[in-house]
């Protein structure tokens, strides 16, 4: 604290930035950027060749885990399923175009826009197109257990050696010891086949082989240290608040000095509220001397605290396999069964909410969905309002662009903050699918409720003529679609990125090294809004697909845009993610799944509409 001061050097700042990236392998530099195309290489090349190149480089070469490989994977395989789509539907493109009048807007040329017949190879070519992604829905649970497969045994992470107990007993029943003697007893004199190994290792194995497992380490979770970790927290902040202010003081006078703590320093509540600059380094050292004991008594807590998990990671993949069967089969030092199973990877992991109850956990994962749905039918009702007051096209797609901004922030703020899942995988999966539920209802069918629907002298009645196949109506579902495709260019721009590092880190000098660090770390991304965004775009183009064939050229436009955007911006802003799971992807197909029941459906309606 007492250092004299130092301005920060940017140097330093954007080599930390760099940092979280991932680079090529040492001295393989010129290796990689040689397989880079020019245009690439000069857009976003490293031109000390120490970051992956772009379009070179695989995401799964980047040890991201399993969703982030398959997300990539999901994305380009929808970009050309939705191509494939997009010219089995051209020649009716075509043939509408024709037949529209000149002075028709060109964004509604090839719709069905005030069409007043539907001919047979409309129908013909609909059915072809649900062919088609019926026929990736068949292949595609198939290959994405090949692919987690071939990631999984190209990629090993402790998670592949470590095994979950939950509701182990307390040290002072069971001690670490006698824990790591039982799980080495029933791994002890495993037998090997050689049909267990992939290929390329099955010569260094003979059938009948016997090998003893090993123990590398265990980690043990107790109950009721989350006010611990709370008051940690809080301390960490503190801290970094005093460390700020004595810097800012020691900027300005060099021989000032670190006070001691004093209680009387304390400012007013006021002052506390929204003066908080006024408050001193004396009073906040006396706040840190009071945590300081508050936390020595709780961590040294003569009572027992019972287990939450026992983590017990092994020297090899067969040993943890094998101590699975086998605790089944033999009693644990405390006289049962333990119950356990792989664990997922540490860096999944949300330690602070081990301890969390499972009905805690489900009640403040109820109240979020509650949230989402009240979100959506206020949505309704603002979508309504635009709708009658008859905006301009643009408008109503600019709304619920706005619209779905502020549910992300509502939704990501709740799931964040409030709710306690286990692990990362399941705070990104909760958050999927409250966003993806929004953005679906607002975008796709609210749109289509409000003009099915009419409030005729306060009560809700079916629209016997709507306005679907209007051109304001094709034209409100296009630019929603264009939209989709904008959002992801203004991800390489980032702005906000751009404004911390070319104006805050140049005219407002940051008081420490740490400050100046943050303006140029890499931005924080959530999987779970991007997959929202991609089932979003693919459920209104299906949804009114009939209308509007032309969306499928768009959808594929905006997934190749996202796929390439996002792979930019992975490998050169955005932070490292945990190592997340596959089930989203799965929620992503069974998402796609309803939406080609949601297809078939407002088919159906739609050409009962037609003379």
């Known amino acids: 604290f007492n250092e004299p001061w130092e301005k920060p050097d940017r140097q330093v700042a954007k080599e930390f930035g760099k940092s979280h990236l991932p680079k090529c392998p040492e001295g393989t530099g010129d290796e990689w950027y040689a397989k880079e195309p020019f245009i690439p290489r000069k857009l976003f090349g490293d031109k000390h060749k120490e970051l992956l190149p772009i379009y070179a480089a695989n995401i799964d070469d980047c040890d991201y885990g399993l969703g982030i490989s398959l997300y990539f994977k999901n994305l380009m395989s929808l970009c050309m399923v939705l191509s494939g789509a997009a010219l089995v539907a051209l020649p009716m493109i075509l043939s509408n175009a024709m037949s529209q009048p ?35 829905l068949m292949l595609a649970d198939q290959r994405e257990k090949m692919l987690v497969a071939a990631i999984d045994a190209n990629v090993q992470t402790p998670g592949d050696y470590t095994i979950v107990y939950k509701g182990a007993p307390p040290v002072q029943e069971v001690s670490v010891g006698q824990w790591r003697k039982y799980f080495e007893k029933i791994t002890k004199g495993m037998k090997r086949e050689k049909d267990e190994y992939v290929p390329e290792d099955r010569q260094f194995v003979e059938d009948g082989d016997l090998e003893d497992g090993k123990v590398v380490s265990i980690t043990f979770c107790v109950k009721g240290v989350r006010k611990i970790y709370g008051l940690v927290e809080k301390r960490r902040a503190l801290e970094e608040t005093l460390f700020l202010k004595v810097r800012s003081l020691k900027k300005k006078d060099p021989e000032y000095k670190l006070p001691h703590a004093d209680k009387k320093a304390k400012p007013s509540f006021m002052e506390g509220l929204l003066c908080s600059g006024k408050v001193g380094p004396e009073y906040i050292m006396s706040q840190l001397d009071d945590l300081d004991k508050e936390i020595d008594g709780l961590q040294t807590h003569t009572d027992p605290l019972p287990g939450s998990r026992m983590f017990v990671t092994f020297d090899t993949e067969f040993a943890m396999e094998t101590a699975i069967l086998q605790s089944a089969k033999e009693k644990a030092p405390n006289g049962k069964y333990p119950s356990v199973k792989q664990s997922c990877e540490a860096s999944d992991l949300i330690w602070e909410n081990l301890a969390v109850g499972i009905w805690e956990r489900r009640v403040r994962e109820l109240f979020g969905y509650l949230l989402c749905f009240g979100l959506i039918i206020g949505c309704f009702v603002f979508l309504i309002w635009v709708n009658g007051n008859k905006f301009h096209p643009f408008v109503s797609a600019g709304a619920i662009v706005v619209i779905n901004g502020v549910l992300k922030v509502v939704t990501v703020k709740w799931v964040k903050t409030m709710e306690r899942p286990l692990t990362f995988s399941d705070q990104q999966f909760s958050l999927m699918t409250k966003l993806t539920a929004a953005r679906i209802f607002n975008t796709s069918l609210l749109m289509f409720l409000t003009n099915v629907l009419i409030l005729d002298e306060g009560v809700w009645r079916v629209n016997k003529k709507p306005t679907l196949l209007d051109s304001e109506f094709v034209a409100k579902i296009f630019s929603t679609l264009i939209g989709d495709v904008t959002v992801s260019l203004t991800r390489l721009v980032d702005a906000p990125r751009l404004i911390k590092r070319q104006v805050l880190a140049r005219i407002a000098t940051p008081p420490t090294q740490k400050h100046m660090n943050d303006l140029f770390a890499p931005t924080q991304w959530d999987l779970a809004e991007r997959y929202s965004d991609v089932i979003k775009t693919l459920f209104l183009c299906l949804f009114y697909i009939s209308i509007m064939p032309t969306g499928l050229f768009v959808a594929a436009l905006a997934f190749f845009i996202a796929y390439w955007s996002d792979k930019i911006c992975l490998l050169r802003t955005w932070s490292k993610p945990p190592e997340l799971d596959y089930q989203m992807s799965i929620m992503a197909r069974f998402v796609l799944e309803w939406t080609l029941v949601a297809h078939l459906a407002v088919t159906y309606f739609l050409y009962s509409l037609w003379p």
């Open 102 to 136: 000149s002075s028709m807007n060109n964004t509604l040329k090839g719709s069905y826009v005030s069409s007043e017949s539907l001919s047979f190879c409309a129908g013909i070519t609909d059915l072809v197109i649900c062919g088609l992604l019926g026929l990736l």
